[in-house]
């Protein structure tokens, strides 16, 4: 098949994050598999128009990247897509489109006069992250602050992410909350909707060697993500202060990650709080084994966090929110513990229950690891992406 791929960044671009990533893994996973694939993304900071890397083609679009009267404006992302697809669809006709959220309206408001096929992937929903902003804070300061985004995410959830969902012809999910959250929202048929997790190479996991870890030596707890008010990370912070026996590792980057250091210093916590700052993949993936619990706090209606996923593969318990799409993850009592939510007593209390009953650790690692092992891996997302595009 010939693909052609919408999405608003690329980790060929500064600052990408998860959705960027997990497009290179099934661009490049697909590529490999014989299939054709070309990336349609805004130019933003980059200067150069293509690039090719590890059997996938990039076309870098200058464009502005407004959603307001979008469609009246020439340069706009949603002008300017739409006109390069085009110039390389006649070229040579793409089998079939994949949008990135919602990054492909151009063309799916187009899809009739093209004749096209279309699959859009959705990592989250517009009232999910509206959601967000309710639960990341509170009181009237608060809620003044973020009255534009609140009044952007009205005006998407009616408008954009609507015509989005309903212009595809197939819809994949990245968890069942999502796929719930999208049916409710947009009203659209679940027949429509595939669940699709998203995977990883096992191999590129190191794996934990509990039978190496002392019995005395502290538990590392470990974060990785941005480091943002939406994580639940000061709640963390503060929640590790009175639990002794342990060392919490935060890696990532982000607007609080000062403030979280502060925090740190003066809850005299420096000697059992290491930041790392953003380091690359590969090296947080090693960092998994050299740890022993993974923690995510968050305040977020998730897709599917990566990072448990990751966790999972090298071996490790989890402690999350049940929240999103973690519970696709997360087993309660299996393979981790889930929490109601991300308070800083209820992250106590989980943390020191499972620290009581050390000797399970061991075992709720490797329950992960079948888990992952069964359900997210990438040959599974590959495999099941070849399916969805067929038809």
Not at 145 to 157: D, E, R, S, T
Not at 235 to 242: F, K, N
Request: net charge positive.
């Amino acid at each position: 098949m010939r693909l052609a791929v919408f999405i608003k960044a690329t980790t060929l671009h500064k600052d990408f994050g998860g959705l960027e990533t997990q497009n290179k893994t099934l661009c490049e996973g697909l590529a490999g598999l014989g299939h054709r694939v070309v990336v349609f993304t805004p130019a933003r900071e980059l200067t150069k128009a293509s690039e090719e890397e590890s059997g996938v083609s990039y076309r870098f679009i200058p464009c502005t990247y407004r959603m307001l009267l979008a469609s009246v404006d020439p340069a706009n992302w949603y002008t300017r897509s739409y006109a390069t697809f085009l110039q390389e669809h006649h070229k040579e006709a793409f089998d079939v489109v994949v949008s990135q959220s919602s990054a492909g309206i151009g063309v799916i408001k187009r899809k009739k006069s093209l004749g096209v096929k279309i699959v859009g992937i959705a990592h989250g929903t517009i009232g999910g992250e509206i959601q967000t902003v309710l639960n990341s804070g509170t009181g009237l300061p608060y809620l003044v602050k973020h009255i534009p985004a609140l009044a952007y995410g009205a005006v998407n959830f009616f408008g954009r992410q609507r015509d989005y969902i309903h212009g595809c012809d197939k819809i994949a999910a990245v968890s069942t909350a999502v796929k719930a959250s999208l049916t409710n929202e947009t009203y659209c048929d679940q027949a429509k909707v595939t669940v699709i997790h998203n995977g990883l190479d096992p191999t590129a996991v190191p794996q934990k060697d509990w039978a190496a870890k002392p019995d005395k030596e502290p538990i590392k707890i470990m974060y990785t993500g941005r480091i943002e008010e939406s994580k639940g990370l000061k709640e963390l912070v503060l929640a590790c202060q009175g639990i002794p026996g342990i060392f919490l590792n935060i890696i990532g980057d982000g607007p609080i990650l000062e403030d979280l250091k502060r925090l740190s210093r003066d809850l005299k916590m420096s000697q059992k709080t290491l930041f790392y700052g953003r380091l690359p993949h590969k090296k947080v993936l090693e960092l998994y084994a050299c740890c022993d619990l993974f923690v995510l706090p968050t305040k977020r209606l998730e897709g599917l966090p990566m990072t448990l996923v990751e966790a999972s593969f090298a071996g490790l318990p989890v402690i999350a929110t049940d929240i999103g799409g973690n519970k696709d993850v997360v087993e309660n009592g299996i393979n981790g513990i889930l929490i109601k939510d991300g308070r800083m007593e209820t992250i106590t209390k989980a943390i020191t229950d499972l620290l009581a009953n050390r000797a399970s650790m061991p075992q709720m690692g490797m329950n992960g690891k079948i888990k992952a092992d069964k359900y997210f891996t990438l040959n599974k997302m590959l495999s099941d992406y070849e399916k969805l595009c067929t038809f």
